[in-house]
């Protein structure tokens, strides 16, 4: 049972054990979250997204521990591939960043569970928990597919992509995608001689991009020496003060509740016809397969059957 003081104070047993309610979902996860209705929105969210191999995890620990120094509370949710056994999140919380949990951050895994672009249901209500936690800084790191993840601009403040020189393709950065959500820029790995060359491919894609109130910075960076870190902690903190200028931040606030309900309603209709109308839905499977129904108004039907058993 959660102990919704020991989450609002912090606590990290109390947090972790209000994760995984969140994780698991149901009646306990809902009310854990009206609870902490009203208690939300002082957290600057962060995403680092980028493909596999470009050192994001080791990113994650080199900034976070920039920003413990710097005074503030930092959390790291890293949202890994699911087991295809347990269903759980293939990597430990305490193989990835050692460094930054012995500084007294709160790191935890959490599994994709098959969500599409990579994020899962859980991770708004998780988001939440860690933001009513008082956690100053909260960064996700996520699975790192490559140019379909986009879907961590709908749940963070700031979307930070880091790419890396060499990895076959420098113009891959200036394709559409993960460019077109990013407020920041990162290129890891600066030791490589490939890594100007990658530089010069974003700025160049940038200058091509139409005016807007933010220019997306580059920043160079190299997790492992610490280069460029406290840069990458500068150009947040930027961030951060234009949101808070001119309204930004609240409408930013409505397109992430607007794309959350999206997802729970989804949720919830998938939810009902694989549990309780899981013979209607079996039904009409059957006479799409043998031609007698075509999907859309197969989809509708079951949609019809939605609304009225919910009634």
């Known amino acids: 049972m959660v102990q919704v003081p020991d989450v609002l104070a912090g606590d990290v047993r109390g947090v972790a054990r209000a994760l995984s309610v969140v994780e698991q979902g149901g009646p306990e996860a809902e ?31 080199a900034l976070g521990i ?5 005074g503030t509370r930092v959390a790291v949710l890293a949202v890994d591939p699911s087991s295809p056994f347990s269903g759980g999140a293939l990597l430990g919380d305490r193989v990835r960043m050692p460094d930054l949990l012995e500084r007294g951050a709160f790191v935890r895994s959490m599994a994709t569970r ?26 996700v790191e996520t699975v790192g597919v490559g140019q379909d993840e986009v879907d961590i601009a709908g749940e963070v403040h700031t979307v930070v992509l880091v790419t890396v020189g060499g990895l076959g393709d420098e113009v891959q950065a200036a394709k559409a995608g993960v460019m077109e959500i990013a407020n920041i820029f990162a290129v890891n790995k600066t030791d490589q001689v490939s890594a100007d060359g990658q530089v010069a491919a974003i700025e160049s894609a940038l200058a091509l991009a139409p005016p807007a109130a933010w220019q997306p910075p580059v920043v160079r960076t190299s997790a492992l020496t610490g280069e460029g870190i406290e840069g990458l902690r500068a150009s947040l903190l930027d961030h951060r003060r234009f949101l808070d200028d001119g ?5 930013a606030h409505r397109r992430r509740a607007r794309r959350r309900v999206e997802r729970l ?6 939810e009902r016809i694989r549990g309780p109308l899981a013979a209607a839905f079996d039904e009409v499977l059957e006479d799409v397969g043998r031609g007698e129904l075509d999907p859309y108004a197969a989809a509708r039907r079951l949609l019809e059957t ?3 058993e919910a009634r």
Do not use: C, N, Y
């Open 66 to 70: 920039a920003l413990v120094g710097a």
């Open 265 to 270: 309603v989804s949720a919830m209709i998938q």
């Open 247 to 251: 309204g930004r931040r609240s409408e």
């Open 31 to 61: 009310g854990l979250m009206r609870t902490l209705r009203g208690r939300l929105g002082s957290a600057q969210t962060v995403g680092i997204t980028g493909a596999p191999g470009v050192g994001k995890s080791t990113l994650v620990q």
């Open 306 to 308: 939605v609304h009225r």
């Open 114 to 139: 098959g969500a599409l672009g990579g994020l899962a249901v859980a991770t708004s209500d998780a988001l939440d928990v860690l933001d009513a936690a008082g956690f100053d800084w909260i960064l």
